[in-house]
């Protein structure tokens, strides 16, 4: 049987930073079960919405930039992480707009696929979960909690025990829920 995807999506302007860091243990841990890809933010063109409305007449954007490979990702995907650290107590900007990107995807295009997340912050999250987790919600994915994971310095999030045992916990129920829906489908 064909490996579902499973994609990480990165908002975080540092590559090898902490946020990568967390979200390559949780990649590595679910590449067993999955064809596993990441997603810099930082490496696509895309530029805000300009609420135009298109959308909601031909559920596509009118917007022609790199977006339209990421819509193309999201849709094979089974699961989609996002990641993003924290910025003046929210998620990144190149995380909002990828967010903001998406919402003629609401209508439930990406309904049944897996969702979760991956924060990271110095102390104060502030928003940061709660705009991932409505997010999610949006979308209709099945969400599951994610990980909250704390450094500044590169490698610190390394040293938070914590969510080294978080990314492992959602690495064990992302797995659990494919195989419960792959045994559905056999089923069914």
Not at 18 to 40: C, G, P
Request: hydrophobic share 35%; glycine share 8%; proline share 2%.
């Amino acid at each position: 049987m064909e490996k579902k995807k499973a994609i990480g999506i990165i908002g975080s302007p540092r590559k090898k930073g902490n946020t990568e860091l967390l979200t390559n243990k949780l990649l590595d841990l679910l590449k067993d079960s999955f064809e596993i890809e990441k997603i810099f933010l930082k490496d696509y063109n895309i530029n805000p919405c300009e609420e135009c409305y298109y959308c909601m007449e031909n559920e596509e954007c009118s917007i022609k930039d790199d977006m339209q490979d990421l819509y193309c990702k999201l849709k094979e995907a089974q699961v989609i992480i996002l990641s993003s650290p924290i910025f003046m107590g929210g998620i990144t900007s190149r995380m909002r707009a990828f967010m903001e990107r998406t919402w003629h995807l609401r209508k439930g295009q990406l309904k049944d696929k897996t969702g979760s997340y991956i924060v990271v912050g110095r102390r104060a999250i502030g928003s940061g979960i709660n705009e991932m987790e409505e997010y999610l919600s949006r979308l209709k994915v099945n969400k599951i909690a994610g990980v909250l994971g704390f450094g500044l310095r590169e490698g610190d999030v390394l040293k938070d025990e914590e969510a080294l045992k978080d990314v492992q916990r959602l690495s064990r129920q992302i797995i659990s829920l494919n195989q419960k829906k792959q045994n559905q489908i056999k089923i069914g």
